[in-house]
């Protein structure tokens, strides 16, 4: 299948998504910032690699990506400052698709959020708007890139274990979506060219991921 490298590879998606990529025959790394995660990257079958992506260059991060077939953006400043939420979920993000441009990797992942986009409707007040803010940036800027990018929009992340069934006609009532079953969806849109440059919003239901991904 060729190399991927998931940055944010500590995130609870990512090391739920590593071992499904490995059962598909792609060579894993997973980028991370802490060395004492290198372990748990390593148990979920990827080649850990301690990098931070956010003090990178461009440039840094393009040598970094050298060889890779596909790269899945699962990173997330986590909530704290603002500014810490900017420069992971729009600067370090952007840069990592400036990145694939010119390190030629083909495609490109983003894991966003059910709502995302200029019109997410969060006001200034709320603790949630700097996200908000910056993963519509962070959107916005690949939908214009060149790269054959797919953007996964799921509901409210939940620990609840996947059942490999979504839907993608949102409910307003229910919108949480397993975090096990956006691992599944990022695993099949890697092998499904018909989900490039789309953004695809599910949220658990009943469809069988293969066909709810059908165009």
């Known amino acids: 299948m060729g190399k991927v490298m998931i940055i944010g590879g500590h995130g609870k998606i990512a090391l739920l998504l590593a071992p ?4 598909d025959g792609w060579d894993v790394s997973g980028v991370i910032r802490n060395a004492t995660q290198i372990d748990d990257v390593a148990a979920a079958g990827a080649t850990a690699v301690v990098h931070d992506v956010v003090s990178s260059s461009v440039a840094e991060l393009a040598e970094l990506m050298a060889g890779c077939d596909a790269v899945v ?4 400043a986590g909530g704290g400052s603002a500014e810490r939420t900017y420069a992971v979920d729009r600067d370090a993000a952007i840069r990592s698709m400036e990145a694939a441009g ?5 495609r490109y992942v983003m894991v966003s959020y059910l709502g ?7 006001p200034p007040e709320d603790g949630f708007f700097a996200y908000a803010e910056a993963k519509a940036a962070a ?9 054959s990018w797919t953007i996964l929009a799921p509901g409210a992340l939940t620990l609840d274990e996947p059942t490999g069934t979504i839907t993608t006609h949102i409910n307003t009532q229910s919108r949480n979506t397993s975090r096990g ?6 695993a099949a849109v890697l092998n499904r ?11 658990d ?3 069988p991921i293969g066909q709810a991904l059908n165009p």
């Open 20 to 23: 499904l990529l490995k059962a």
């Open 73 to 76: 953006w699962s990173a997330g």
């Open 102 to 106: 010119e390190a030629g990797v083909p």
């Open 116 to 122: 995302a986009g200029a019109d997410h409707g969060v």
């Open 139 to 147: 959107d916005q800027h690949l939908r214009g890139t060149g790269l």
């Open 181 to 186: 079953n956006v691992a599944l969806v990022a």
């Open 193 to 203: 060219p018909d989900t490039v440059r789309r953004t695809i919003e599910f949220t």
């Open 205 to 207: 239901g009943p469809v």
